[in-house]
């Protein structure tokens, strides 16, 4: 696995791949690896025939008062894990090198990035926008994988693609959850063993939330106030907001249909988590066949 820091020397790696026309996959990440990502990294040497995975603690994506300086680092442990799983290169930049001085474009994804999450963190989605597309400009993969997990800025990055015209597909690939339910997450290091125990309760009030679309409800409103009362009724977590909305829009819908999902935004202790699941009813027809995990983007 080649290691780099620089723009040049990412853009070095990749020229004679690029010549010899080798497809190229790109993993963004903050660190602080985990499985989930390692499922982005192994379906990236699926499809792609060199991988490369960036880790890039990005500032400006958090707001002031959140956990930045906090956030968890461990760069020799992540790229240690990286080249167990087969990477070809690890980038992982400096903020001068992303943001070298004086630079001031930023580039905003519009109303998508200012509802949920990007209205509880406002500029959020903005600095999320802008990493994303400098570094699939630096990189120029020809597919990029991010997970479900954070189901918002999937779609966020969706659109930053299509409206810029990037050539590059996005692929979202499904939650990996630890085998009691909870989404596996970065953050989930701050939780303690108690404050974990509380965090279930959020895969499992979407579980619910699915089970009874399952079982024939459709009203939208009465499976968010379901949602809304098992979150909020378990000690230690403060609900930011448990919403059943279009998978394509994120607008909020009143009758469940095929292409809804359950968003959910707590935060337990010192950690914010999120988590959602697609809401489904009987009369929803299967998923087409093939990888469900294959998107490029809302039409």
């Known amino acids: 696995m080649e290691r780099v820091t620089s723009v040049e020397e990412v853009r070095g790696v990749l020229r004679r791949p690029r010549l010899e026309g080798r497809t190229v996959g790109l993993v963004p990440t903050m660190g602080a690896l985990h499985a989930g990502h390692l499922s982005l990294v192994a379906a990236s040497r699926q499809r792609c025939e060199l991988t490369v995975v960036s880790i ?27 080249e167990g799983a087969g990477v070809d290169v690890l980038f992982a930049p400096s903020v001068p090198v992303m943001y070298p001085t004086g630079a001031t474009t930023r580039v905003d994804p519009g109303p998508i990035g200012e509802v949920w999450c990007g209205a509880s963190r406002p500029g959020h989605f903005i600095g999320v926008a802008t990493v994303v597309a400098k570094l699939l400009d630096i990189v120029g993969p020809d597919v990029a994988f991010f997970g479900e997990k954070d189901y918002q800025q999937l779609l966020v990055i969706e659109r930053v693609v299509r409206d810029l015209e990037i050539d590059t597909r996005v692929v979202g690939c499904p939650i990996v959850r630890e085998p009691d339910g909870l989404a596996l997450s970065s953050r989930n290091r701050y939780l303690t063993r108690e404050e974990r125990t509380h965090a279930l309760v959020l895969p499992r009030a979407l579980m619910l939330a699915g089970d009874a ?41 009143t009758v469940v249909t095929r292409e809804s999902r359950a968003l959910v935004a707590a935060r337990v202790g010192s950690a914010r988590l999120i988590d959602n699941v697609a809401i489904r009813t009987p009369a929803d027809a299967p998923a087409p066949a093939g990888d469900p995990s294959d998107r490029t983007g809302p039409s």
Do not use: C, K
């Not at 890039?56 to 990286?82: K, M, S």
């Not at 939208?220 to 394509?248: C, F, H, K, N, Q």
């Open 213 to 253: 679309a399952g079982a024939g409800e459709t009203d939208a409103t009465a499976l968010e106030a379901g949602l809304v009362a098992a979150i909020s009724a378990e000690p230690g977590v403060t609900l930011d907001y448990a919403v059943i909305v279009d998978a394509r829009t994120l607008e909020r819908v």
């Open 56 to 82: 890039f603690v990005n500032p400006t994506q958090f707001g002031e008062g959140e956990d930045f300086d906090a956030y968890p680092r461990d760069l020799e442990g992540d790229a240690g894990l990286l």
